[in-house]
C-alpha cells in the first residue's frame, strides 16, 4: 500500500539538527522466501545541547515492529509507542550516557512493488533506500546528516543466495548448517543511512582490480542476472577510467578494499552511489554491439562515473538535509560531464549537454513545476531528482569555474574536500571554500541557487568608426516558483570573429562590466563594454560554450547570424548560431507566420555535413532538426501539435531536396564495409552522421527501400535502430516496415532491453493510429507495468516522445496516459509521478487541447487514494 498524501510540507526554513546522535549500527539480516527479518542494534546518544526529556522519534514507512530492546532488555510498553511510520521511545539516558535500542522488524520483500527499501527483482533481493527507502527496513533517523559505520551481516540459503553483498570490505562468512550461509560486511567510512545497500542472489560476476595512484589494492566486481556477465566489459572498462580519471583531475582516490556494481532489471532510476555498493539498472551496465546503441554506450560511461564520482561528491562529503541536493547531484553531474569531454570530444559533449538541458530543463524551469535549484519546500522529496537540481545544478558550478579559471576552481574544490570529508554540508558550506580558496565575493552568486527561472540576456551592438559598443541586459520573471527576481552573477564568454573567421585580439578600452580574457561578468541589471579600434567590424560571438543557463535574446542581423554559423571559429558558437536559426525558423512555420525556410539556411546545413574539417558527430548535432517538443517550447503559447509535425516535415523536405546529392556522396564516403565494430566515439560519430544523412536521403526519396536495405545489412544496433525509427516514423503503412518490426520483435523476444526499444518505437509513431497501437501493446504478454524500463518504453515513449498522438485534440492521448498512471500508482508511486510530468506544458497548448488535458488532470488528482508522489505532481501541475 503506497503512502498516501498528508498534505505536510516540508520547509529549508525549519531545519533542526537531530536531538540524538547515532554512530554505530549492526544490523542482521535473514532472508527466507517469502520475507526479511532485520534485527538493528543502534549505538545512539543525546546530543548535548538537546532537551532531556525529548524522546528519540525514529522514522518508519510501512513497518512491523516485532520487538524493541533498551541497552539489552525488553522495553517497557509504556515506554515506547510505535506505528507504521513511527517509533517514540521516551525516558532515555541524558547527553554523556550512549545507549543501544535493539528493533526488530519483519518484511515482505516480495510483496514491495515500489521498489524502494528491500525488494526482489527477478528473484534478487536488493535495497534502494535514497531518499528515504531506509525507513521501510527499520525505523531510524532516516535523515541525511545522521552519520554511522555499520556492520552487516545477512544470512540466507545458499542456493537461492550464494552471493552475499553489503556496504564496505567483507569481513567474515560461512556456513549455517541446513543450507544456509552468511557474510559480515564492515563500512568503516561514516555514511547516512541513504547509502545503505544490500544484495543477495544468483548472479554471475565479472571480475577485475585497480591499484590506486597511492598503492591501494581494490578488487572491482560488476554482477549481473546470470549468463550476462560478458555484457559488462564496456561498463568494467569505464569504471577504471572514472577512476584514474578523478585522481588525475581532482586528486581524489578510492577508500576501500573493493568496489561492487550490481545490476538488477527492476529499478525506478539509473542506478545508485550506495557506498563501495552500487545498485545499477542494467540499462546502465549492459551492453553488446548486437543489442546496444552508441547512445546506449555513452549512457553507461556516463552513469558509470556518475555514481563512481559520488564516492567524493555525496559519500564522503554528503547533504545535511534533502535541500540541498544539488550539492552532491549538480556537482557529480559536472565531474561526469567533464570526464566523458575530455573521454571523447568536448564540443560534442558540451553540444550534447546544452541540448539535454533546453530540451528537459528550459521547460521544467517555465512550466508549473518550475523550482529553484536549491528547492525551500517540498511533499515528496522523490520529486525533487529533477533536470533542475542535476543539469541547472551541474550549470552553476561550471559557471563557478567560468568565474574562477581553471585554478580557482580546483584549489576551491581542494579546500572543499580537505574540509568537510565526513561532513553533511550546505551550499554555504561549499561556496564558503571557494570564497576563501580564491578571495572572490560570491554572495551575489549564491542567488542561482535560490531564485529559479530561466533569466534573460538580451544583447544589443553598434558599430561605427571602429568602435563597437555591447550593451547586456539581463531579467528574470517571477514564476510558478514566485522566488526572487534579482541581477546575477552571469560569466557571458564572447568572441569577436573576424571576415576570415578568426577570433580579433582585442582588448575593451571602456565599460560598465569587468570583462577578463574571453569572459564578460555581468552583475548588474544592464552594463556595456566598448571596443575601440577595431580594424573591421567583428561578428559578436555571445554566450559561447553557454557560460550561463539564459535564454538569448541578441539583436543580431540575419547575415551576421548566418556567417558565424558557417566560420565562427568556436564550434560550439556554430552549432549555436545554427541551432538558434533552425529553430526560430520552425516556431515561426508552426505559429503560421511563414512557410518558407530562407534558402541560405538550408545550404549552411547542407554544407555542414559535408564540411571535412568538422569530425562526424559534430555535423550529425549540426544538421540535426530540433524535436517537435522543442519547437513547441519556442512557440509557447497557443501550441498546435499538428503545425508543429507540419513544420518540421517541411523543414526536413526541404534540406533533404537540397541535399540529396551531397548526403548520398558524403553517406558513401563514411561507408566502412566489412570493418570490424567499435564502439569508440570516433566510430559512434561516423554511424551517426550516416544514419542523420539516412534520414534525409529516405525523406527525400519518399520510399522505405533505403531504410530497410540498411536496417537488413545493419550489424549493430544502432545502425538497426536508426533504420527502423526511419521505417516506423516515417513509412508507417509500408508492408517493408511491418516486416522489419516483426523481425527486429522475434530476434530480440527474450531481450528485455532490446524490447524496451520496440516499445518505444511503436508508441513513437506519429500518426492517429498509435493511440490503439499502445492500447493493444498495454495489453502485450510482455508489457509490465512492475517493471519501470518497460512501463517507461510504453507510457514514457507515447506521452514523451509522440506530441502529435498525445495531444490529440480529441483528449483520448491524455486519458489513456492518465488511466495508465492511476493503474502504476498503485503499484509503484515513484514511476507514475516521473511519467506524470509530461503533462507539465499542458498550458502552453491551444485552447481545445488545453481543455482536454485540464479534464484529464482534474478527474486523475480526484480519484481517492493517490500517492503522496503522484498527487504532488498533478497538484503543482495544475495550479
Ligand atoms: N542518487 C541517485 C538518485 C536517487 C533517486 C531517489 N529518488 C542516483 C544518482 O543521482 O546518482
Ligand atoms: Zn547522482
Same mark, same amino acid.
Given at each position: 500500500?503506497?503512502?498516501?498524501?498528508?498534505?505536510?510540507?516540508?520547509?529549508l526554513?525549519?531545519?533542526?539538527?537531530?536531538?540524538? #546522535?547515532?554512530?554505530?549500527?549492526?544490523?542482521?539480516v535473514?532472508?527466507?522466501?517469502?520475507?526479511?527479518?532485520?534485527?538493528?542494534?543502534?549505538?545512539?546518544?543525546?546530543?548535548?545541547?538537546?532537551?532531556?526529556?525529548?524522546? *528519540?522519534?525514529?522514522?518508519?514507512?510501512?513497518?512491523?515492529?516485532?520487538? @524493541?530492546?533498551?541497552?539489552?532488555?525488553? +522495553?517497557?510498553?509504556?515506554?515506547?509507542?510505535a506505528? %507504521?511510520?513511527?517509533?517514540?521511545?521516551?525516558? @532515555?539516558? %541524558?547527553?554523556?550516557?550512549p545507549?543501544?535500542?535493539?528493533?526488530?522488524?519483519? *518484511?515482505?520483500?516480495?510483496?514491495?512493488?515500489?521498489?524502494?527499501?528491500?525488494y526482489?527483482?527477478?528473484?534478487?533481493?536488493?535495497?534502494?533506500?535514497?531518499?528515504e527507502?531506509?525507513?521501510?527496513?527499520?525505523?531510524?533517523?532516516?535523515? %541525511?546528516?545522521?552519520?554511522?559505520?555499520?556492520?552487516?551481516?545477512?544470512?540466507?540459503?545458499? /542456493?537461492?543466495?550464494?552471493?552475499?553483498? !553489503?556496504?564496505?570490505?567483507?569481513?567474515?562468512?560461512?556456513?549455517?548448517?541446513?543450507?544456509?550461509?552468511?557474510?559480515?560486511?564492515?563500512?568503516?567510512?561514516?555514511?547516512?543511512?541513504y547509502?545503505?545497500?544490500?544484495?543477495?542472489?544468483?548472479?554471475?560476476?565479472?571480475?577485475?582490480?585497480?591499484?590506486?595512484?597511492?598503492?591501494?589494492?581494490?578488487?572491482?566486481?560488476?554482477?549481473?542476472?546470470?549468463?550476462?556477465?560478458?555484457?559488462?566489459?564496456?561498463?568494467?572498462?569505464?569504471?577504471?577510467?572514472?577512476?584514474?580519471?578523478?585522481?588525475?583531475?581532482?586528486?581524489?582516490?578510492?577508500?576501500?578494499?573493493?568496489?561492487?556494481?550490481?545490476?538488477?532489471?527492476d529499478?525506478?532510476?539509473? +542506478?545508485?552511489?550506495?557506498?563501495?555498493?552500487?545498485?545499477?539498472?542494467?540499462?546502465?551496465?549492459?551492453?553488446?554491439?548486437?543489442?546496444?546503441?552508441?547512445?546506449?554506450?555513452?549512457g553507461?560511461?556516463?552513469?558509470?562515473?556518475?555514481?563512481?564520482?559520488?564516492? =567524493?561528491?555525496?559519500?564522503?562529503?554528503?547533504?545535511?538535509? =534533502?535541500?540541498?541536493?544539488?550539492?552532491?547531484?549538480?556537482?557529480?553531474?559536472?565531474?561526469?560531464?567533464?570526464?566523458?569531454?575530455?573521454?571523447?570530444?568536448?564540443?560534442?559533449?558540451?553540444?550534447?549537454?546544452?541540448?539535454?538541458?533546453?530540451?528537459?530543463?528550459?521547460?521544467?524551469?517555465?512550466?508549473?513545476?518550475?523550482?529553484?535549484?536549491?528547492?525551500?519546500?517540498?511533499?515528496?522529496?522523490?520529486?525533487?531528482?529533477?533536470?533542475?537540481?542535476?543539469?541547472?545544478?551541474?550549470?552553476?558550478?561550471?559557471?563557478?569555474?567560468?568565474? *574562477?579559471? $581553471?585554478a580557482?576552481?580546483?584549489?576551491?574544490?581542494?579546500?572543499?574536500?580537505?574540509?568537510?570529508?565526513g561532513?553533511?554540508?550546505?551550499?554555504?558550506?561549499?561556496?564558503?571554500?571557494? +570564497?576563501?580558496?580564491?578571495?572572490?565575493?560570491?554572495?551575489?552568486?549564491?542567488?542561482?541557487?535560490?531564485?529559479?527561472?530561466?533569466?534573460?540576456?538580451?544583447?544589443? $551592438?553598434?558599430?561605427?568608426?571602429?568602435?563597437?559598443?555591447?550593451?547586456?541586459?539581463?531579467?528574470?520573471?517571477? &514564476?510558478?516558483?514566485?522566488?526572487?527576481?534579482?541581477?546575477?552573477?552571469?560569466?557571458?564568454?564572447?568572441?569577436?570573429?573576424?571576415?576570415?573567421?578568426?577570433?580579433?585580439?582585442?582588448?575593451?578600452?571602456? &565599460?560598465?562590466?569587468?570583462?577578463? &580574457?574571453?569572459?564578460?561578468?555581468?552583475?548588474t541589471?544592464?552594463?556595456?563594454?566598448?571596443?575601440?579600434?577595431?580594424?573591421?567590424?567583428?561578428?559578436?560571438?555571445?554566450?559561447?560554450?553557454?557560460?550561463?543557463?539564459?535564454?538569448?535574446?541578441? /539583436?543580431?542581423?540575419?547575415?551576421?547570424?548566418?556567417?558565424?554559423?558557417?566560420?565562427?571559429?568556436?564550434?560550439?558558437?556554430?552549432?549555436?548560431?545554427?541551432?538558434?536559426?533552425?529553430?526560430?525558423?520552425?516556431?515561426?512555420?508552426?505559429?503560421?507566420?511563414?512557410? /518558407?525556410?530562407?534558402?541560405?539556411?538550408?545550404?549552411?546545413?547542407?554544407?555542414?555535413?559535408?564540411?571535412? #574539417?568538422?569530425?562526424?558527430?559534430?555535423?550529425?548535432?549540426?544538421?540535426?532538426?530540433?524535436?517537435?517538443?522543442?519547437?513547441?517550447?519556442?512557440?509557447?503559447?497557443?501550441?498546435?501539435?499538428?503545425?508543429?509535425?507540419?513544420?518540421?516535415?517541411?523543414?526536413?523536405?526541404?534540406?533533404?531536396?537540397?541535399?540529396?546529392?551531397?548526403?548520398?556522396?558524403?553517406?558513401?564516403?563514411?561507408?566502412r564495409?566489412?570493418?570490424a565494430?567499435?564502439?569508440? !566515439? $570516433?566510430?559512434?560519430?561516423?554511424?551517426? @552522421?550516416?544514419?542523420?544523412?539516412?534520414m534525409?536521403?529516405?525523406?527525400?526519396?519518399?520510399?522505405p527501400?533505403?531504410?530497410?536495405?540498411?536496417?537488413?545489412?545493419?550489424?549493430?544496433?544502432?545502425?538497426?535502430?536508426?533504420?527502423?525509427?526511419?521505417?516506423?516514423?516515417?513509412?508507417?503503412?509500408?508492408? $517493408?516496415?511491418?516486416?522489419?518490426?516483426?523481425e527486429?520483435?522475434?530476434?530480440?523476444?527474450?531481450?528485455?532491453?532490446?524490447?524496451?526499444?520496440?516499445?518505444?518505437?511503436?508508441?513513437?509513431?506519429?500518426?492517429?493510429?498509435?493511440?490503439?497501437?499502445? #492500447?493493444?501493446?498495454?495489453?502485450?504478454?510482455?508489457?509490465?507495468?512492475?517493471?519501470?524500463?518497460?512501463?517507461?518504453?510504453?507510457?514514457?515513449?507515447?506521452?514523451?516522445?509522440?506530441?502529435?498522438?498525445?495531444?490529440?485534440?480529441?483528449g483520448?492521448?491524455?486519458?489513456?496516459?492518465?488511466?495508465?498512471?492511476?493503474?502504476?500508482?498503485?503499484?509503484?508511486?515513484?514511476?507514475?509521478?516521473?511519467?506524470?510530468?509530461?503533462?507539465?506544458? =499542458?498550458?502552453?497548448?491551444?485552447?481545445?487541447?488545453?481543455?482536454?488535458?485540464?479534464?484529464?488532470?482534474?478527474?486523475?488528482?480526484?480519484?481517492?487514494?493517490?500517492?503522496?508522489?503522484?498527487?504532488?505532481?498533478?497538484?503543482?501541475? *495544475?495550479?
Open positions: 500500500m503506497q503512502r498516501t498524501d498528508d498534505g505536510q510540507v516540508i520547509r526554513s525549519d531545519y533542526c539538527p537531530p536531538a540524538f #546522535r547515532i554512530r554505530h549500527i549492526e544490523m542482521l535473514s532472508l527466507t522466501e517469502g520475507r526479511a527479518d532485520v534485527v538493528t542494534a543502534i549505538h545512539a546518544e543525546r546530543a548535548a545541547d538537546a532537551d532531556p526529556a525529548v524522546p *528519540l522519534e525514529l522514522d518508519g514507512d510501512a513497518l512491523t515492529l516485532v520487538s @524493541l530492546e533498551i541497552d539489552g532488555a525488553p +522495553a517497557d510498553a509504556g515506554r515506547f509507542s506505528t %507504521p511510520d513511527r517509533l517514540a521511545v521516551r525516558d @532515555l539516558p %541524558p547527553a554523556g550516557q545507549f543501544v535500542l535493539r528493533i526488530e522488524t519483519r *518484511l515482505q520483500p516480495e510483496a514491495n512493488t515500489e521498489l524502494m527499501g528491500l526482489r527483482s527477478n528473484g534478487i533481493w536488493c535495497t534502494q533506500c535514497e531518499a527507502g531506509f525507513r521501510r527496513i527499520t525505523y531510524f533517523l532516516d535523515r %541525511p546528516d545522521v552519520l554511522a559505520t555499520y556492520r552487516v551481516r545477512l544470512e540466507a540459503e545458499r /542456493e537461492a543466495a550464494p552471493i552475499l553483498l !553489503a556496504n564496505g570490505n567483507p569481513s567474515e562468512s560461512g556456513d549455517l548448517g541446513d543450507g544456509r550461509h552468511f557474510a559480515v560486511w564492515d563500512d568503516p567510512h561514516p555514511k547516512p543511512s547509502l545503505f545497500a544490500l544484495v543477495a542472489g544468483r548472479l554471475d560476476v565479472l571480475k577485475d582490480r585497480f591499484e590506486t595512484a597511492s598503492g591501494r589494492p581494490v578488487d572491482l566486481a560488476v554482477y549481473t542476472e546470470p549468463g550476462l556477465a560478458d555484457r559488462a566489459t564496456y561498463a568494467m572498462d569505464a569504471l577504471k577510467r572514472s577512476m584514474i580519471w578523478d585522481e588525475r583531475r581532482f586528486g581524489r582516490e578510492y577508500d576501500l578494499d573493493v568496489f561492487n556494481i550490481v545490476a538488477i532489471s529499478f525506478n532510476m539509473g +542506478a545508485m552511489e550506495n557506498k563501495g555498493l552500487n545498485v545499477f539498472n542494467h540499462k546502465y551496465v549492459l551492453l553488446a554491439p548486437d543489442t546496444a546503441t552508441d547512445g546506449d554506450y555513452a553507461v560511461e556516463t552513469v558509470i562515473a556518475h555514481e563512481y564520482f559520488h564516492n =567524493w561528491t555525496g559519500n564522503r562529503i554528503t547533504c545535511r538535509d =534533502w535541500f540541498q541536493l544539488c550539492l552532491k547531484e549538480g556537482l557529480t553531474v559536472y565531474r561526469d560531464q567533464e570526464f566523458s569531454g575530455d573521454e571523447r570530444s568536448r564540443t560534442v559533449k558540451r553540444i550534447a549537454s546544452v541540448h539535454g538541458l533546453k530540451a528537459q530543463q528550459f521547460p521544467e524551469d517555465q512550466g508549473p513545476l518550475q523550482h529553484p535549484v536549491r528547492p525551500r519546500q517540498y511533499r515528496e522529496i522523490n520529486n525533487f531528482y529533477t533536470a533542475t537540481v542535476y543539469e541547472k545544478g551541474a550549470e552553476l558550478v561550471r559557471m563557478l569555474a567560468t568565474i *574562477l579559471g $581553471e580557482g576552481f580546483r584549489a576551491g574544490m581542494d579546500l572543499y574536500f580537505d574540509r568537510h570529508d561532513d553533511a554540508a550546505t551550499i554555504e558550506d561549499f561556496l564558503a571554500c571557494f +570564497a576563501e580558496a580564491t578571495g572572490a565575493d560570491l554572495e551575489q552568486f549564491a542567488l542561482w541557487y535560490d531564485q529559479a527561472g530561466t533569466p534573460e540576456l538580451e544583447v544589443r $551592438e553598434s558599430f561605427s568608426d571602429g568602435r563597437l559598443t555591447i550593451t547586456l541586459r539581463q531579467s528574470l520573471a517571477k &514564476g510558478a516558483a514566485g522566488t526572487g527576481t534579482e541581477p546575477l552573477h552571469m560569466p557571458v564568454r564572447f568572441g569577436l570573429v573576424g571576415r576570415d573567421g578568426t577570433d580579433l585580439a582585442a582588448e575593451p578600452s571602456a &565599460g560598465t562590466a569587468e570583462v577578463e &580574457g574571453d569572459v564578460i561578468h555581468l552583475t541589471a544592464e552594463a556595456q563594454i566598448v571596443f575601440e579600434n577595431l580594424s573591421e567590424r567583428p561578428r559578436l560571438s555571445i554566450l559561447r560554450d553557454f557560460s550561463a543557463p539564459v535564454t538569448l535574446r541578441h /539583436e543580431q542581423s540575419r547575415e551576421d547570424r548566418l556567417a558565424l554559423a558557417r566560420l565562427d571559429p568556436n564550434a560550439f558558437g556554430r552549432w549555436r548560431a545554427l541551432t538558434d536559426l533552425t529553430g526560430e525558423a520552425l516556431r515561426d512555420a508552426a505559429a503560421g507566420a511563414s512557410a /518558407e525556410f530562407d534558402p541560405r539556411l538550408i545550404e549552411i546545413l547542407v554544407d555542414c555535413a559535408a564540411e571535412e #574539417r568538422l569530425e562526424p558527430a559534430l555535423r550529425a548535432q549540426m544538421i540535426a532538426v530540433p524535436g517537435e517538443s522543442e519547437i513547441a517550447r519556442l512557440v509557447g503559447t497557443n501550441v498546435d501539435p499538428e503545425a508543429v509535425h507540419t513544420a518540421r516535415e517541411a523543414m526536413i523536405r526541404a534540406v533533404a531536396r537540397n541535399g540529396a546529392d551531397t548526403f548520398r556522396r558524403v553517406r558513401d564516403a563514411l561507408a564495409p566489412g570493418e565494430f567499435s564502439a569508440d !566515439a $570516433e566510430s559512434a560519430g561516423l554511424r551517426a @552522421l550516416s544514419n542523420a544523412l539516412l534525409f536521403l529516405s525523406a527525400a526519396e519518399g520510399t527501400a533505403l531504410a530497410r536495405e540498411a536496417f537488413g545489412r545493419a550489424d549493430n544496433m544502432t545502425d538497426r535502430m536508426a533504420a527502423a525509427a526511419i521505417l516506423a516514423h516515417r513509412f508507417p503503412d509500408a508492408p $517493408e516496415t511491418a516486416g522489419a518490426l516483426d527486429f520483435y522475434r530476434r530480440f523476444e527474450s531481450d528485455p532491453l532490446v524490447l524496451d526499444k520496440w516499445f518505444t518505437l511503436r508508441a513513437t509513431v506519429p500518426e492517429p493510429g498509435t493511440l490503439d497501437a499502445v #492500447r493493444e501493446l498495454a495489453g502485450h504478454p510482455k508489457f509490465s507495468l512492475a517493471n519501470p524500463n518497460r512501463a517507461r518504453a510504453l507510457i514514457g515513449g507515447f506521452a514523451t516522445g509522440n506530441q502529435r498522438v498525445f495531444h490529440r485534440a480529441d483520448e492521448g491524455y486519458r489513456w496516459t492518465a488511466e495508465r498512471l492511476a493503474e502504476l500508482d498503485r503499484l509503484n508511486p515513484q514511476t507514475a509521478a516521473r511519467l506524470a510530468t509530461a503533462f507539465r506544458s =499542458w498550458r502552453s497548448f491551444e485552447p481545445v487541447r488545453r481543455e482536454q488535458a485540464r479534464a484529464a488532470l482534474t478527474d486523475l488528482a480526484a480519484r481517492p487514494s493517490l500517492s503522496r508522489d503522484l498527487s504532488d505532481i498533478l497538484e503543482r501541475t *495544475l495550479a
